[in-house]
């Protein structure tokens, strides 16, 4: 059974981003501090990945991330090229974004939320290493990133790549899913857990206040206030974590809703930066201002509205990368088998048939989970099948 309660993060994470890039509102940033909870999210199904099928994990988690990106690739690479980028062996960086890939003027802003596969993809690449210290070294493994981010902030570090800046800004939040996965954070007492929120967002808050950027205090140019901020945000959200969130699907159009966007996570986020930059020059055009509560409300919904018709068009890649049946909206109730047929096969956990609770096919975040991050065991020869539907 999916835990609806990280549906329902990974939901409100991806609207936050949205509604961010549409608004600018650096006061978002502060309230829920989406990227973080995404790579917090990633962290701990990657955690649940590799202790199912080990190394091999890694290949079917970028498996099931590049093809949305290629088909994005396949639109904008050939216009940006018409439109004055000069073509160099760099372009394959499209296919594979080790590195930032190669991008025009106007390119470069519309597919400025490529950085967050960038790092998606570094940090999957050094999971199997992580999750092996972490579980030898929880706390200074833990620690380690948000140290180096110290070193880099105070000068220590002068100077440090692009790869160490951002393993010191995310990977943070990336471990912490994978405590959330081995069930630490669960067990960590209120005497510890409270006093612990506290002092890191406390200290986050201290530094964002003292070290506002040019954009006010918007968390994106405040690293360290931003890693700490939200470190003690992850931990509330995940460690005091309900088992679930049986209510979101109480209203069918809400349930639905959230599915369909959890299932198309990918393919909303790669697509609503090149809406949200075209639509710019209405404000101009119309008289909008960014600070007119209407036209942004307006700029949201055409952003939205855009993104839902684009995610009809090429979301099912998402199904395909996951080998699930390509599907235009997911989230429908599947046929009843007819009569007569074959026994159904019966699932691991209580007596539904397999893959058809909530109308989906079962994948890793489908597994029961007695208590939100405590990890769950699976047979291993049913892991492979199990990760293969794994978001």
Do not use: K
């Amino acid at each position: 059974m999916r835990n609806r309660y990280l549906d329902l993060l990974r939901f409100l994470a991806i609207v936050r981003v949205v509604v961010y890039h549409v608004t600018g509102w650096a006061s978002l940033t502060l309230i829920f501090p989406a990227m973080s909870v995404m790579f917090a999210l990633a962290g701990s199904l990657m955690a649940a990945s590799l202790t199912r099928t080990g190394a091999p994990a890694v290949g079917r988690r970028l498996r099931r991330l590049l093809p949305s990106l290629w088909v994005v690739a396949l639109v904008f690479v050939p216009a940006m090229l018409l439109t004055g980028l000069t073509p160099t062996w760099r372009i394959v960086l499209w296919l594979f974004p080790i590195a930032d890939p190669p991008a025009n003027g106007w390119g470069a802003l519309a597919l400025s939320v490529i950085w967050y596969l960038r790092d998606y993809l570094w940090f999957v690449l050094a999971s199997p290493v992580a999750l092996w210290l972490f579980r030898r070294a929880p706390l200074p493994t833990l620690l380690a990133p948000y140290l180096l981010l110290v070193a880099i902030e105070v000068g220590v570090l002068a100077d440090p790549s692009l790869a160490v800046r951002e393993f010191g800004l995310y990977f943070g939040a990336w471990l912490l899913g994978f405590a959330h996965h081995d069930g630490l954070l669960r067990r960590i007492g209120n005497r510890v857990f409270v006093p612990l929120v506290v002092v890191v967002g406390g200290l986050g808050l201290a530094w964002i206040l003292a070290n506002h950027g040019p954009r006010g205090y918007d968390l994106n140019d405040i690293p360290l206030g931003n890693a700490l901020w939200s470190a003690a945000f992850i931990l509330v959200a995940l460690g005091r974590a309900p088992s679930g969130a049986a209510w979101v699907d109480r209203n069918a159009a809400f349930g639905r809703t959230v599915t369909v966007l959890n299932r198309r996570a990918l393919t909303v986020y790669l697509w609503h930066m090149p809406f949200v930059v075209a639509l710019t020059p209405l404000v101009d055009v119309v008289g909008w201002s960014h600070q007119d509560p209407v036209g942004l409300a307006i700029r949201v919904v055409l952003v939205f509205a855009l993104v839902a018709v684009v995610t009809v068009l090429v979301g099912w890649v998402e199904d395909v990368a996951a080998r699930r049946p390509p599907e235009l909206l997911p989230g429908g109730r599947r046929p009843a088998p007819a009569t007569g047929t074959a026994e159904v096969p019966r699932s691991r956990v209580g007596n539904e048939p397999a893959g058809t609770r909530d109308g989906r096919r079962g994948h890793a975040d489908d597994l029961p989970q007695a208590r939100a991050g405590d990890e769950v065991g699976v047979r291993a020869g049913a892991g492979r099948r199990a990760d293969d539907e794994a978001r």
